[in-house]
């Protein structure tokens, strides 16, 4: 298993690498489209979409994570219990005071996100506060907290932004596709309806891409790591384990979850059919949390 200090490392070399990899797609397809319409606009589109969308996924990803979910920040006095917990796990982590956010959602579950540790940002439901006991709390806060200090947050964060706007390109390209298509065959002009055949063929697999960055990306030792790190700092792996137990055994619906974001949460967010439809496991990128909870009660013995 990697150690905290070479999966730091690790989180920001892929971080550079993935926004390297977006920009050379994006100006890819900018050059089919500047080839076959014999225009430079949209190479230039291309260009600027690429270099806005790599520089919002650096400096505002957090925050458009944060609007995707809709938490909301919370401040000291309207809960003071909270920030203490928080506070008192950051001095034994030895790392600064995040914000925090609560997501109006019954689900029990939790994320961290932020650019780096003195731009941290952990948000738990209003679920995780209502159903789990203190140390539960505590394990699952030092969990997130652990994610700030390996430096996972950026890293997951740009994915979210990046794995969006491919799937938005997916989903126009289509659309796209089947219009011109249409169109060239009013005009018996085959040639430029197999090129968007193509188009509409690259758009299909755009979405089975992003889920395979996803998982390129967010390895899932990074829980573990993130489970055997925040058990360290609460000195306790018990409650966390309760924690992940009382977590993935609710029910409840977590409506802001999606497949761009579910590798955020602590735990899978999707319950029932959904949990089980072939598109969401595609994007799965959690260890499954029998193996999380045993090596937990492990450290304890």
């Known amino acids: 298993m990697p150690t905290l200090y070479t999966l730091a490392e690790t989180n920001s070399k892929k971080t550079i690498f993935l926004i ?49 979910t809709r938490a909301k920040e919370v401040k000291r006095e309207e809960n003071l219990e909270l920030y203490r917990i928080v506070e008192n796990l950051c001095i034994g982590a030895g790392l600064p005071l995040p914000k925090i956010y609560i997501i109006d959602e019954e689900q029990p579950n939790a994320f961290a996100t932020g650019r780096d540790k003195e731009h941290a940002v952990v948000a738990v439901t209003r679920g995780l506060l209502e159903k789990l006991e203190k140390t539960e709390l505590e394990g699952v806060i030092a969990h997130e907290l652990s994610h700030i ?20 390109l997916s989903n126009w390209f289509l659309r796209m596709s089947r219009f011109t298509t249409l169109r060239k065959r009013e005009k018996k002009e085959e040639r430029g309806a197999l090129i968007f055949l193509l188009f509409g063929i690259l758009a299909a697999i755009l979405a089975p891409l992003a889920a395979q960055i996803i998982r390129f990306a967010i390895s899932r030792k990074r829980e ?59 994007f799965m990128t959690h260890p499954p949390v029998e193996e999380r909870i045993k090596a937990l009660r492990e450290m304890s013995l």
């Open 149 to 168: 200090g390996n430096r996972d947050i950026l890293l997951q964060s740009v994915v979210v932004v990046l794995v969006a706007v491919i799937g938005l």
């Open 224 to 282: 573990f790591l993130a489970d055997a790190t925040g058990a360290l700092i609460t000195r306790y792996p018990e409650g966390l384990a309760r924690a992940l137990e009382k977590i993935s055994s609710d029910q409840s619906q977590l409506k802001v979850a999606s497949n761009f974001n579910a590798h955020l949460f602590i735990v899978n967010p999707f319950r029932g059919e959904a949990k089980e439809s072939w598109f969401a496991k595609l």
């Open 20 to 68: 390297s990899i977006f920009i050379l797609l994006i100006l890819f397809f900018g050059w089919l489209f500047d080839h076959f319409f014999g225009s430079r606009f949209f190479l230039y589109l291309a260009f600027i979409l690429a270099i806005s969308q790599s520089f919002l996924s650096y400096w505002y990803s957090d925050k458009i994570v944060l609007a995707m």
